[in-house]
């Protein structure tokens, strides 16, 4: 049995090697790396001698970013937007990866690669807005984002609660406002201890 090379101190473009982790499902070793910019990362040995992979995933996501930075609106709140949009759906280590890249939510190629054709399909970000994906389960691409305001924005989300009254199903938010009630009104009665139903019959 071929016996894998100590690489342990050793840096391969901006990572350096910490620690051995054993092998994966095809016997290539794995190595624990620490990125110069902090992260640390699980990588395979033969990519690291190869110079397939050279930083934890930041030097791909810097290249992508850097390639549009010719727009003279770096720094605005739209170019923030595009930017952060990339970030939660391509950079792992990101703290919101797991909501967007990490289930699958993906930017589409023609805004992955230009900021230029985010910011003509999309226009600047209007005050008080954000982006918002019309289905959730969506990756962001023209035909599924719009601006929207805060209050869209949460009666859209995946875990907002729905009630139907008359036939129609809205958010909580949205049949409170149909049935002249206040949200903490009905807040305060499930409080109390009436489940959301009785709540609203109680009206």
């Known amino acids: ?23 994966n499902k095809h016997k290539q070793p794995l190595w624990s790396c620490k990125c110069d910019c902090g992260n640390k990362s699980i990588v395979v040995g033969h990519k690291l001698r190869i110079g397939y992979t050279r930083s934890c995933g930041c030097l791909r996501l810097h290249a992508l970013l850097k390639r549009s930075v010719t727009h003279g609106m770096t720094g605005t709140k739209t170019y923030t937007v595009w930017r952060s949009m990339i970030q939660r759906c391509e950079d792992m280590h990101h703290e919101n990866y797991k909501h967007y890249g990490g289930r699958g939510i993906m930017v589409c190629e023609r805004w992955r690669h230009s900021f230029e054709l985010f910011l003509k399909d999309m226009g600047g970000k209007p005050p008080g807005m ?74």
């Open 1 to 23: 049995m071929k016996v894998a090379k100590d690489i342990i101190g050793n840096r391969f473009g901006k990572l350096i090697v910490i620690a051995r982790l054993g092998s």
């Open 130 to 203: 954000t982006i918002e994906r019309i289905d959730n389960n969506g990756s962001y691409e023209l035909k599924n984002c719009r601006w929207a305001t805060q209050k869209e924005q949460c009666n859209n989300k995946r875990n907002t609660r729905r009630i139907t009254i008359d036939g129609v199903t809205r958010t909580i938010v949205e049949g409170c406002a149909v049935l002249g009630l206040t949200y903490q009104t009905l807040y305060m009665r499930v409080r109390r201890g009436s489940n959301l139903d009785e709540a609203i019959k109680s009206i």
